[in-house]
C-alpha cells in the first residue's frame, strides 16, 4: 500500500508541474531531495544541502506567496539564501520592533506559521535591506526549465 501511495504521490507532483499548478515548497522540496518532512529539517543543517537547495531555488523554479487574501494579493519572491536560524528567531524588520518573523506574520497577517522552526527564504532588496519569507508561505508556480507562467 505504502508502495501505491508513493507512486500516487510522484504521478501527482508531476502533474502539478507539468500544468504549472501552485505546489507548497515545503511539499516541494521533500519531493525534490526525495524524503520526508523531518529529513528535510534535518537537511536544512547541511551546508552542502542547502547551497544545493538554494541554487535549485534559484535557477528553476519560481516562487509566489500563497498566504495573502485575496489571492490576487500574493506575488513573485526571489530566493537569494535561506536564514541560519528558525522564523521564530529571525528578527523582522531588522529588529526594529523587536519582534521575530513568526510574531511579524501573526501580527500583520493573522497566520499562525504550522512550522516556525523551519529557515526562511531570503529575498534582498535595495541597500541593506531583506525580506524574510517562512517557507510555508510560499509555493512553487513555475518550473523554469520547462516554461510557462501562472
Do not use: W
Request: charged share 15%; with cysteine; aromatic share 12%.
Amino acid at each position: 500500500m505504502k508502495i501505491l501511495n508513493l507512486k500516487f504521490q510522484q504521478h501527482l507532483y508531476q502533474y502539478v508541474l507539468r500544468h504549472n499548478l501552485p505546489i507548497p515548497l515545503i511539499e516541494y522540496l521533500c519531493q525534490l531531495r526525495n524524503c520526508s518532512f523531518k529529513e528535510l529539517h534535518v537537511l536544512f543543517h547541511n551546508l552542502d544541502a542547502r547551497r544545493e537547495i538554494i541554487e535549485h531555488l534559484r535557477q528553476n523554479v519560481q516562487l509566489r506567496t500563497s498566504h495573502l487574501k485575496p489571492t490576487c494579493r500574493n506575488f513573485i519572491v526571489h530566493c537569494h539564501d535561506l536564514t541560519v536560524q528558525s522564523a521564530s528567531i529571525v528578527p523582522a524588520m531588522s529588529g526594529y520592533l523587536g519582534i521575530t518573523v513568526r510574531g511579524y506574520y501573526y501580527v500583520k497577517h493573522n497566520f499562525k506559521l504550522c512550522h516556525p522552526y523551519l529557515p526562511c527564504i531570503i529575498e534582498f532588496g535595495g541597500g541593506h535591506h531583506r525580506s524574510f519569507y517562512p517557507l510555508e508561505v510560499l509555493c512553487v508556480i513555475r518550473n523554469k526549465m520547462k516554461g510557462g507562467c501562472y
